[in-house]
């Protein structure tokens, strides 16, 4: 049987968990999820466990934070000035706003912390610093 290769457009059904046992992702009850090996659509982890599988193979990975969203960085939480935010938000801790980063892209933050003068955002991806347990079953290569 041929094993997954780069440039392979592959579907596999996954299930995501933390180093707790919490799902964070699935594809149970949903098309499994289509990509192209190597192509960057995927963390990097993910494709390298992905690669060498064969139709109807499983497996369980771990993928540390630097194959995945990498780690946490702490430059990426910053204060705002509340003068600053626009008037018809109301920002509470958890919130997520979608903020236009420095070459024109959207970027995700979450509110962090509020006191009397700034708002902190955190612009690290949600997984950053995590390490991930993926289940694979590889269910299509074309």
Not at 30 to 50: C, H, K, N, W
Not at 75 to 84: D, R, S
Not at 90 to 98: A, D, I, R, T
């Amino acid at each position: 049987m041929a094993a997954a290769t780069k440039g392979d457009s592959v579907k596999i059904h996954y299930t995501g968990t933390l180093n707790d046992g919490t799902v964070f992702d699935s594809s149970a009850g949903r098309e499994p999820l289509g990509f192209t090996l190597g192509s960057g659509q995927v963390i990097p982890g993910f494709d390298e466990a992905v690669l060498g599988m064969s139709h109807g193979e499983s497996k369980k990975v771990t993928i540390p934070a630097d194959k995945a969203y990498g780690e946490y960085k702490k430059e990426l939480v910053m204060p705002v000035p509340k003068n600053q935010v626009p008037a018809e938000i109301n920002p509470e801790v958890g919130q997520k706003l979608q903020l236009q980063g420095p070459n024109g892209q959207p970027m995700m933050v979450v509110v962090v912390a509020i006191n009397d003068d700034h708002i902190m955002l955190d612009a690290n991806p949600p997984l950053a610093g995590k390490e991930l347990t993926f289940e694979i079953e590889l269910v299509e290569i074309s």
